[in-house]
């Protein structure tokens, strides 16, 4: 059965105290493996995709790791308006998505 | 572009009530989907729809309902509402099959 976890629920860090979030998955054939940003009160907001294991990709702050069990987001550095919940998701059959339920990443100034 | 659009924002029903959830988008996408949040549940996939009159069922699609007549719009129907349909629901679009999602601002849902 696909599925995918994501670790720890909740995170606290002082501005810039860099840290990972983690995301494992289990499916069968891996078609890309996605990362979200949710602000309260707002539908998430499109960061990376990952297509293969060795894969990298940044933005600013972020960065997005793959192997071939689990997604690391990498935080360097934070700065309070980093703080939301970021989401994890994979593609599964036919059409549909899979969602992680979510790391809350609080960054305190 | 506005992106993706949804109404209302807020509602609350009465057990048994009706109401249509809209969800419009002007990226001229085929897929469009529909998700429940709840508390660490993680999004929950309702219905989707891969092109106009084509739709199909998610994780979770009793007590619902969709329609897509157009490309731009794809609304959510829920019949003889209950309380375990009390959630945030997001309507989200994307441009190609199993690509990244746009996202509306949600609706929040309350059935007493």
């Known amino acids: 059965e696909d599925q995918v976890t994501q670790s720890p629920e909740a995170l606290r860090l002082q501005e810039g105290e860099s840290s990972s979030l983690n995301c494992s998955y289990t499916?069968?054939?891996?078609?890309?493996l996605f990362w979200y940003r949710q602000d309260p009160g707002k539908g998430p907001e499109f960061l990376f995709t990952l297509y293969s294991a060795g894969e990298e990709k940044e933005k600013e702050r972020l960065k997005a790791t793959l192997t071939k069990k689990e997604s690391f987001l990498h935080i360097t550095a934070p700065k309070p308006e980093d703080s939301a919940t970021y989401l994890c998701?994979?593609?599964?059959?036919?059409?549909?998505?899979?969602f992680g339920t979510g790391t809350s990443l609080t960054v305190i100034p | 572009n506005a992106g993706v659009t949804q109404t209302p924002k807020f509602r609350i029903l009465k057990i048994g009530q009706s109401m249509t959830l809209q969800c419009t988008q002007d990226m001229n996408h085929n897929y469009m989907y529909w998700y429940r949040q709840d508390p660490g549940m993680g999004l929950k996939l309702i219905y989707y729809?891969?092109?106009?009159?084509?739709?199909d069922k998610g994780e979770v699609p009793n007590g619902y309902n969709v329609s897509r007549s157009t490309t731009e719009d794809f609304p959510l129907r829920l019949e003889l509402a209950a309380p375990s349909q009390t959630s945030v629901y997001f309507c989200?679009?994307?441009?190609?099959?199993?690509?990244?999602?746009?996202f509306g601002p949600g609706t929040r849902l309350t059935v007493l």
């Open positions: 989200a679009s994307s441009y190609q099959d199993r690509g990244f999602s746009f």
């Open positions: 729809s891969v092109g106009a009159g084509i739709t």
């Open positions: 998701a994979v593609p599964t059959t036919g059409n549909q998505f899979y």
């Open positions: 499916v069968s054939g891996l078609r890309g």
